[in-house]
């Protein structure tokens, strides 16, 4: 792959996460002993097969604004506590990103969720730049707009329609070393319209996230 260096880290833990107390390990003496290939430079780039250059980033890990918020709220993933907004309320619920490590073309990871009925939202990057997107749907969906892509992978329905999202920014919207703050407020819609963000911060290493694995559009081109 030549990004970097490769580790195995392997954590054992108990059924509620924890840590094992009182473990020990020791060398089986069995097996070769593996080699490590000569270091190459790493670039810290994720190239894509359009010669794209890409950092992907988990899309939430601080709530800054909203209307409501739940402890637990459930979905298809289990349940986790949630942020949102409604459409008749007209208010906002709004989140920073993980931190951007590079000024780059970068890809937002977050899992979200939406009320029964159909609504449109628009949503901000950093207050300056916005997409509209559809709400209440129950379906795979796409969005373009302002140099931006969103998109969402329908994953079911459990108090509310939920998703995976991925969001494509342009560099020129990230600032290195620092989150990006999203808002999310609806535009229109009906009294179950609403938008959710949830408190997923796995959602790259659980989704197994990779450029290759990104969809087709968000693997486009970036202006």
Known sequence: ESVGDWY????????????????????????????????????GRIESGQGKIYQIVEGFSTAVSYGHTQENYPDVRGGAEGWWEYHREGGEVSWD?????????????FWGQTGEDPGKAELRVNNIRAITFDTGIQENGEWSGDGMTLVAL????????????FLKVPKNAVVAGEPCQIEVRHISGGQGS?????????NIIREAVTESKLPPSIRGEVR
């Open 8 to 43: 195995l880290l392997v954590r054992f833990t108990t059924p509620e996460g924890t840590n094992l107390e009182g473990v020990t390990y020791r060398p089986t003496g069995k097996g070769g002993v593996a080699k490590h290939p000569r270091k190459q430079p790493s670039t």
């Open 97 to 109: 990103t993980a931190v951007c490590a590079k000024k780059r073309d970068t890809v937002f990871v």
């Open 154 to 165: 329908f994953r079911g329905i459990s108090a509310g329609n939920c998703a995976l999202y």
């Open 194 to 202: 609403w938008f959710m963000i949830k408190n997923y911060k796995d």
